[in-house]
Structure formats: structure tokens, C-alpha cells
């Protein structure tokens, strides 16, 4: 069997927006918060596979290396691109691209933001990686340390829904779920854990 938590990264500075691939760094609180998580999995987890970005890597591999253990930076589990929408809050993403937001994130499918990459691309690196990941590491656990985006895909898929599910999920900064696999099943096991 393969288990892996899933963890999403804490709050960031500059507040609420869509960012992607921008990389603004946690806050105190944050980070904390990431921190309050890992304390609960360190004995537990085999290896650290975490988003490229600073806010998921930075605390992934600090992780990883106080606990001797691997930490694999990947490319496919980092945030969705979008676009032209990076950087904007949601006030200015609608102000300039009326009525689009609100079908996004009622159900991204068939959609992409402008100069960003469509929900479907994503699932295809999701789809790659996923299957990757069970073959290699059968009989571990893992920790994912991911984004809104990629978290929300990944446990609508796990829960056999359409992608329009993902926007049914609830995930806060520093949300922590846990998946299985085992015998071509996977189970979510617990979503959105809190650690106080």
C-alpha cells in the first residue's frame, strides 16, 4: 500500500490572490502552521516530494533534511498557470475579465485563463505523475507538499468525480488530507485535518 499526506502550503504575504507561479514567501503564521503539521507526520513519512516553488519547497526540503530522509522537487505537482490572472486579486481579475472568474470557479472544464494553461493540461501532469509515483513507491509514505489547484484535482480524482468536483473542496492555507492506494484503489482516508 501506498500512503501519502497531502499537505497545502500556509498563508503567503501580500494576502489573498492568484498567483500560480509566483513565488511570494509565507508568512510567520504561515509557515508556523506548516511547521504544526510536519510535527505530527516526521516519524512517520518515507520521503518529501513537494512543488518547485519556494512556498512549498522551502519547508519541504528543510524537512526532508532534518529527517534524513529524500526529498524530490517536482515540476508536475506545482500550481496551475494562469496567466494573465497571476498576481491579481479576485476584485481585479473581475473588474478586467468579467463574468470568467465566476464560471472558473464554478467549473474550470473547457476553460483556460488568458495566457495560462487549462485545467485539462494540468490533469494530464497530474495523471503522469500519479501513476509514476504508485509504481515507485509502493509500500511508502510519502508527504505532498502542493498547492490550492493541484490538491483540489488530486482528491477529485481520487474520489472518481468530474473536475468540476475540485471546486466542491474546501482547502484553506495549510490544509491536510490523506490518500491510500492500494490494489488499483485509492481512498481518501481524512481531508482538511486541523493542528492547533
Given amino acids: 500500500m501506498l500512503t501519502m499526506d497531502i499537505l497545502r502550503h500556509g498563508a503567503l504575504e501580500g494576502g489573498i490572490k492568484y498567483r500560480g507561479q509566483i513565488d511570494d514567501p509565507l508568512t510567520a503564521d504561515g509557515r508556523t502552521s506548516m511547521n504544526r503539521v510536519w510535527l505530527q507526520l516526521r516519524d512517520k513519512i518515507d520521503v518529501v516530494v513537494t512543488s518547485p516553488l519556494a512556498r512549498c519547497a522551502g519547508p519541504a526540503t528543510a524537512w526532508a533534511g532534518e529527517a534524513g530522509i529524500d526529498c524530490i522537487i517536482e515540476p508536475r505537482v506545482a500550481e496551475i498557470h494562469y496567466g494573465e490572472w497571476e498576481g491579481k486579486t479576485i476584485p481585479e481579475i473581475q473588474r478586467r475579465y468579467p463574468g470568467i472568474l465566476e464560471k472558473w470557479r464554478e467549473n474550470p472544464e473547457g476553460m483556460r485563463p488568458p495566457g495560462g494553461e487549462s485545467i485539462e493540461e494540468m490533469l494530464v501532469r497530474l495523471d503522469q505523475w500519479w501513476h509514476e509515483i504508485r509504481e515507485s513507491h509502493e509500500g511508502r509514505h510519502l508527504l505532498l507538499v502542493t498547492h ?38 485509492t481512498e481518501l482516508l481524512f481531508h482538511n485535518r486541523q493542528v492547533t
Avoid at 167 to 174: A, E, G, N, W
Fill in 148 to 185: 490550492s489547484g493541484f490538491m483540489r484535482l488530486l482528491i477529485a480524482r481520487t474520489l472518481g468525480g468530474p473536475i468540476a468536483t475540485s471546486r466542491q473542496i474546501s482547502m484553506p492555507y495549510t490544509c491536510w488530507s490523506r490518500i491510500s492506494h492500494e490494489s488499483g484503489r
